[in-house]
């Protein structure tokens, strides 16, 4: 079943509505700007919830004010809610019929817990509106009976389909019970005529004798009465005016018609707002006033004079030629390297097209062409299909991706190794054609273009702001081939090892996110993008975002001398959704990708790099599956699974498919290819087999990728 908070976010998907969480005791809705505000609820069960949150978005969405300055709205208010809920729940349950169940579950709950203050009263001598409240909000089954003169009304009020409806049908049925009520009275009347007493005769008032008057030391004796035979003077009453008798007769007969049912359930409801609770709300937006990519462009130019320094600083520490050497070295590395990969790279692709094809034919359909076929003409008779056919085949999407690579201190033993894992990546998107970027977060990157963000200048800024945060952009669909190679030479040398600019300090993966939320929608709209893969590669998990300003993203805080618990909800502007927000880092980073996938429906990817010793794979757990707890038994099948294939998949860590690396298996393998003059064909086949699996097998993340996109 689907929680509320799913439930919320699927009515406001297609919804022109904000919502935001408050700490209030009624929901309200503000027609200009189409904010809704709920109260924190406490002790509610899913379904009443549900019930609640759809009973309020159909307010949202068909309730108008037009009648409000009616002269006898206040007389009839009560009456237009009853009608007005049973339209605008009829309409929302129509537009999203999920929401039935929930309502019928709901309300059976609340009639359980006498939310309606019905359960000794006599339903007989209600009200009708209440019975109509009670009848469409519970059903039948609770009791009420209508007459065949009230039950014209009831079928009227599942027949009203607009404020104008409602406003008429609550003057006719307040009309109705004002007579019901005046029929009453005078057959009271004359009951109390037929019995001899006087209906005008109002009772007089007895006066008690005060028990508190007995006690000698309540009073001072001289403030005794001096004698028993004075008596007090008579009071005399002023008679009410004509106009105050109608307003007291007016006011008593609101009060006898104003339907019980709805105003016990808003006290009852009313008891059910967590006030206690502090509300705060956030927008996934990334403040800053700069931009946080290092182009590569600009990377090329720094890393390009920053090699020119180091290799004057290798000179003067060794000798003068020590730098040349140094650098041919480098380079021999790198041209192998490069050549290995284009080989592995040119199969997987050829691998890509085979995977493709087939998904593609899988895709086929018949169609018929409008043209007879002479080979079925005979069967006419038998079957309609004696037309030629056609195989359509859909067309193939525009793919694009967008790679988020870790580049914190954590990585430092595994970063050249998965340097090298993203080089290939970026190969293979260079070979199939395909748009793409390679992003690596950072916290230490300054420059003079760059300048960091002060935490004065985030003061008072609305979303998140982090000084510290920037994109490397490594590698781009844009880069001529001039460019991308002395890229993949200036990561090889392990730039973190010779420029404080770039070093590996801590983990802004959430800041990451943040930002690309924004940014990958841009990316799609520029590069025609229509299926869509975000790839994360991470060895743990990113700080959680406090915010900034007098706000931060606590969940529990000290107040009034008492302690209150605080509750977190990230609105997203774009698709109205609501998700309640964690200041635990791997809890933000699973409501981001969330925030990522509901805005473009794309494939959601992580790569993990781990140990695989159980301590870390609990770890892992513990952070990534909350709903997990320490499973013994997961965490060997996880062990397992690495074993076998070198990587474990799961499904249900934050992403579509989240896949954990063994760090000891992020090394680039070249293998050797054994062939001699005595082997068969079958054999050298054999052998080049294995050869290529030891290629493909030490680049995972390419391997995997390839699977993932075809």
């Known amino acids: 079943m689907m929680n509320s908070k799913d439930l919320l976010a699927r009515l406001l ?47 949202a969405l068909f309730t108008t004010i037009e009648y409000i300055d009616a002269p006898d709205f206040r007389k009839i208010q009560g009456y237009m809610n009853v009608i007005e809920d049973v339209r605008i729940e009829k309409k929302i349950k129509n537009k999203y019929p999920g929401l039935r169940k ?19 009263a006599d339903l007989s001598k209600t009200l009708l509106i209440d019975r109509i409240n009670l009848y469409y909000k519970v059903g039948i089954n609770c009791g009420v009976k209508f007459s065949p003169a009230e039950m014209d009304f009831v079928r009227r009020v599942d027949r009203c389909d607009s404020m104008k409806d409602v406003y008429e049908l609550a003057q006719e049925i307040y009309a109705y019970s004002k ?17 001899g007493e006087d209906p005008d005769e109002e009772m007089e ?20 009465v001096e004698s028993d035979d004075q008596t007090e003077a008579p009071k005399k009453t002023r008679e009410s005016t004509p106009e105050e008798k109608a307003a007291e007769e007016a006011k008593q007969e609101a009060e006898d018609l104003a339907p019980s049912t709805q105003k016990a359930f808003d006290e009852r409801l009313n008891e059910l707002a967590d006030t206690d609770t ?48 140094y650098n041919k070295r480098l380079q021999e590395t790198g041209v192998k390297f490069k050549a290995d990969s284009m080989k592995v790279v040119n199969y997987l692709v050829k691998e890509f097209e085979m995977k493709k094809s087939a998904t593609e034919y899988k895709r086929t359909t018949s169609a018929t062409s409008g043209d007879l076929s002479s080979n079925r003409l005979f069967a006419y008779r038998l079957t309609d299909d004696i037309f030629k056919k056609l195989d359509v085949v859909p067309e193939d999407k525009n793919h694009g991706m967008i790679f988020l690579m870790d580049w914190s201190g954590s990585m430092g033993s595994v970063m050249n190794d998965t340097v090298k894992q993203v080089i290939n990546l970026a190969m293979f998107c260079r070979r199939i054609q395909i ?10 990157y300054e420059s003079v273009r760059n300048p960091r963000l002060l935490p004065e200048q985030a003061v008072g800024m609305e979303g998140f702001a982090d000084g510290q945060f920037h994109l490397f952009e490594f590698f781009s ?72 300003g007098y706000r931060s993203v606590r969940e529990t805080t000290y107040s009034a001398g008492k302690h209150l618990k605080i509750k977190n909800y990230l609105r997203d502007p774009v698709t ?57 038994y997961l965490i060997e099948e996880l062990r397992k699974e690495i074993r076998q294939n070198d990587y474990a998949l799961l499904k249900n860590a934050g992403r579509d498919e989240l896949y954990l690396l063994p760090a000891s298996k992020q090394k680039i393998e070249e293998g050797e290819l054994k062939v001699d003059t005595e082997m068969n064909a079958r054999a050298i086949a054999r052998n080049f087999g294995k050869f290529l699996n030891v290629k493909k097998s030490s680049r995972v993340v390419l391997n995997r990728f390839v699977s993932l996109i075809a």
């Open 13 to 59: 998907a297609n919804e022109n509505l904000n919502v935001i969480r408050a700490n209030v005791r009624t929901a309200s809705f503000e027609s200009i700007s189409r904010t809704l505000t709920l109260p924190m609820w406490k002790d509610m069960s899913t379904e009443l919830e549900e019930m609640l949150i759809g009973h309020e978005v159909g307010h």
């Open 102 to 120: 929930s309502f019928i579950t709901a309300y059976k709950q609340l009639v359980d817990k006498d939310f309606f203050g019905t359960a000794e």
């Open 179 to 195: 007579e019901e009520r005046q029929a009453k009275q005078e057959m009271l009347k004359q009951l109390q005529e037929a019995n």
């Open 205 to 224: 008032e007895i006066e008690m004798d005060d028990p508190f008057m007995d006690d000698p030391d309540d009073f001072d004796n001289e403030q005794q």
């Open 278 to 325: 502090i509300v705060q709300n956030w927008t996934p937006k990334l403040e800053t006033p700069r931009d946080p990519i290092v182009g590569y462009k600009h990377i090329l130019q720094e890393l390009t004079v920053t090699r020119k320094e180091y290799d004057a600083y290798l000179d003067s520490r060794y000798d003068s030629g020590y730098s040349v050497k």
């Open 435 to 444: 748009p793409y970027q390679v992003f690596a977060f950072t916290s230490g």
């Open 477 to 548: 669909n844009k880069m001529s081939n001039s460019e991308f190679n002395t890229m993949v030479d200036l990561l090889l040398a392990e730039p973190y090892r010779y420029d404080n600019r770039y070093g590996l300090h801590s983990t802004p993966l959430n800041e990451s996110l943040v930002y690309l939320a924004d940014y990958i929608g841009k990316f799609i709209k520029n590069n025609a993008v229509e299926k869509m893969s975000f790839v994360t590669l991470t060895d743990g998990e990113g700080h959680g975002l406090q915010g900034m």
């Open 576 to 632: 109205k959704k609501e998700y309640q927000l964690s200041a635990d880092g791997s809890q933000q980073t699973r409501t981001f990708l969330r925030v990522i996938k509901d805005r473009y429906n794309i494939k959601t990817v992580g790569f993990h790099i781990l140990s695989t010793s159980r301590r870390d794979i609990g770890s892992f757990i513990r952070y990534n599956m909350p709903d997990v707890r320490n499973d013994y």
